[in-house]
């Protein structure tokens, strides 16, 4: 795919979007489920059934997907597809490239060994690797515009608004 055919591909997306702001708002779902043997989660991932269970640095036995994981690789998936797509527009040819999300856990947060160490990631480094004749501007450009389009990241970078409930079945 080139610039002109992602443009004619998004053009008439991207019309009904000024038109009709409402049409743009789309709600994505995730649904899981805790009936299983051992303490683990089915997650439908809209392909298939993932189970995702406790990582080996909190009991686990390695053999289930863990969420931080997978919420790197969310990162990754999103980063790769954007830096791909901006690419495209832009006119930045890509020989080749990667994309790297690494972060970094104290998981006497997660298992309550110390009240003070936080929960969760404490920092995330996302990190490409391209091979490409576009000079050095176009290289900032490009990944300009993938961290400012990049869904996963600008999800994790601001933080949305979020709620949690519970309710009996």
Do not use: W
Not at 133 to 161: F, S
């Amino acid at each position: 795919m080139d610039a002109a055919q992602l443009r004619q591909m998004q053009a008439p997306i991207k019309e009904r979007y000024k038109t009709d702001p409402k049409t743009a708002l789309i709600t994505l779902k995730a649904k899981g489920s805790t009936d299983s043997d051992g303490i683990a989660c089915k997650v439908e991932t809209g392909r298939a059934i993932a189970m995702a269970g406790l990582h080996p640095a909190t009991g686990g036995s390695g053999l289930e997907l863990c969420s931080g994981d997978m919420l790197l690789e969310a990162l990754v998936a999103c980063a790769g597809v954007t830096l791909k797509s901006v690419a495209t527009a832009i006119e930045v040819p890509l020989k080749t490239g990667n994309v790297y999300a690494e972060g970094d856990l104290d998981f006497r947060g997660t298992l309550g060994v110390d009240k003070e160490t936080p929960v969760g990631f404490a920092e995330i480094r996302l990190r490409f690797e391209v091979d490409t004749p576009a000079p050095q501007d176009k290289l900032d450009l490009l990944l300009k515009l993938t961290e400012r389009y990049c869904v996963v990241y600008q999800t994790i970078k601001n933080g949305p608004k979020i709620s949690v409930s519970m309710q009996r079945m």
